[in-house]
């Protein structure tokens, strides 16, 4: 009788052994292996470094924010991340970034933010249409440059000896299209051709048949009535190329 109690007790220690066992064995296997899935936190630097590196040279200072990745998502490990933008994206403001992986191959995309502050200029009091811009009418405020509008001013010498093309009140952001420049050429003004060509250059008098900003085509009649077309500059110079 002992022995035979002594079996069983030998037998319901073996059977409590496979069942810790399987046990182990099932939650080893419901874990995923670490060492095999990619940490995502590594994603999101990779991002921001990219970015970071994509913005150097930004008017203002700049700060990147990498969106959160969902963290059900299981990658395979990479060994070399290659972060790259989606066509029609761009560094500046809510963005999307891709990232790809060669082998193992899969690619993702996630949202960054760009944040670029900074100054810019506005209107320091109303402006009339057709005023020529100096220095007194403008004003630095300091904000997100990538919450306003395209096109705008950073830097008083884009703006100054610019004509208003649109009256505007104090304070409003100044872009582009709301100063156009003025001409270094006026239409009947006598000016002077520079022909310049290989090894050589020739000057000329002539009179512009049209107005022109610096560096737009202007046409020039010359003494002998020929017509010739060149790029306009400061003090009434027309450069012609062959």
Not at 95 to 111: D, F, L, S
Not at 180 to 205: D, H
Request: net charge positive.
């Amino acid at each position: 009788m002992a022995s035979h109690s002594i079996v069983k007790q030998f037998l319901a220690f073996c059977t409590g052994i496979l069942l810790l066992a399987g046990s182990a064995l099932s939650h080893a296997e419901a874990m995923p292996n670490t060492d095999q899935t990619q940490n995502l936190t590594s994603i999101r630097k990779k991002v921001e470094e990219f970015l970071t590196v994509q913005t150097a040279g930004y008017p203002g200072r700049v700060t990147v924010t990498a969106g959160a990745i969902d963290n059900n998502l299981k990658l395979a490990k990479c060994p070399a991340l290659e972060v790259f933008m989606p066509q029609g994206s761009r560094a500046w403001g809510k963005t999307n970034v891709g990232v790809r992986c060669n082998a193992p191959a899969w690619t993702i995309y996630m949202q960054a933010t760009v944040n670029v502050v900074g100054q810019y200029l506005v209107a320091a009091a109303p402006l009339a249409q057709g005023r020529v811009v100096d220095s007194g009418d403008l004003l630095f405020e300091s904000g997100d440059l990538a919450q306003l509008p395209p096109g705008i001013f950073t830097d008083p010498e884009q703006a100054i000896g610019r004509i208003v093309n649109i009256s505007m009140n104090a304070g409003t952001v100044l872009r582009q299209e709301m100063l156009k420049a003025s001409p270094v050429v006026q239409q009947g003004q006598t000016v002077t051709l520079i022909t310049r060509g290989k090894g050589f250059s020739i000057s000329a008098e002539g009179h512009a048949l049209n107005n022109a900003t610096d560096g737009q085509l202007v046409r020039v009649k010359v003494a002998n009535g020929q017509v010739v077309s060149g790029i306009a500059r400061n003090g009434g110079k027309i450069e012609v190329s062959f």
